[in-house]
């Protein structure tokens, strides 16, 4: 679990001084900050999923390797509407900011990088600032905990009690986290939370059930997350609210398939 401590660490630190910079950053620059990072991570996530066609996979599946991780993101995105996986988290978002920011309720329209579209309410306070905080929450969750990094970091942390991968990731967050917290706010820190629950619980099923993952199951997991990851691109950049919370089951689904192939 050192790990991933230090990245909670990382993560809301990283968080505390973007929120403390936003406010003397003019909207431009905090747009231009969100833009980029999103350009980033479109194509971080492009270099995740071209696993789809690396040796791991092919040498196990074949040209089934396609099919498999197109199944799996179809499977698990029909999956997660069922669940509606989205609106949950949003909801757990939104309960995050009453108790920071009280429960005086502005209604906003919201573009996925927290800017604002109309408004429903009278305002009260900073209502740009409610919004950010569930935007920020949200996102910045799905960022840190879809990469396979966070998969691989936990297993060798939970396999081996080595935390090389999460302290590259952990500096990547923290990054992250600094830009996402002066564009969106302090909702970005409380991502640490669902982190601490998702990779440290990795850890511990790693140190529990030994190395079960082969190569190839790992390679799916990190090919499906890719596409994941590029959903948060497209997000942040504007270009289309992809329900990226409501795909997570593929990565589930894809690895099990991999398991299970013939």
């Known amino acids: 679990m050192t790990g991933t401590f230090l990245n909670v660490g990382a993560i809301v630190v990283g968080a505390l001084a973007g929120t403390a910079l936003g406010g003397r ?11 980029v990072l999103g350009l980033f991570v479109v194509v971080l996530g492009i270099t995740d999923a071209l696993d789809t066609f690396g040796p791991e996979l092919a040498g196990r599946l074949g040209r089934g390797a396609v099919l498999v991780v197109l199944g799996s993101l ?15 988290l949003t909801r757990v978002g939104e309960r995050l900011r009453d108790l920071v920011l009280g429960r005086d309720a502005v209604i906003l329209h919201a573009t996925p990088a927290g800017g ?3 408004r429903e309410a009278p305002e009260t306070g900073d209502p740009s600032a409610r919004v950010r905080f569930v935007e920020g929450f949200v996102v910045t969750t799905l960022l840190v905990c879809v990469g396979p990094l966070a998969v691989l970091g936990a297993v060798q942390d939970g396999l081996t009690g080595s935390i090389e991968l999460l302290s590259v990731k952990s500096v990547l967050d923290g990054f ?24 440290g619980g990795l850890t511990l099923a790693a140190a529990a059930v030994g190395p079960v993952a082969t190569d190839a199951m790992v390679a799916a997991l990190g090919a499906v997350g890719g596409f994941l990851v590029i959903g948060i691109g497209l997000r942040l950049l504007e270009i289309r609210a992809v329900r990226v919370a409501n795909l997570l089951p593929a990565l589930v689904v894809a690895p099990l398939v991999v398991a299970l192939w013939p």
């Open 74 to 88: 179809l499977v698990g995105g029909i999956l997660g509407e069922l669940v509606d996986v989205e609106a949950r």
């Open 176 to 199: 992250a986290a600094l830009a996402f917290g002066s564009a969106l706010g302090i909702g970005v820190a409380f991502a640490a939370l669902p982190l601490l629950l998702y990779q």
């Open 116 to 118: 604002q579209r109309g």
């Open 25 to 35: 950053l003019p909207p431009r620059v905090r747009g231009t900050v969100t833009d």
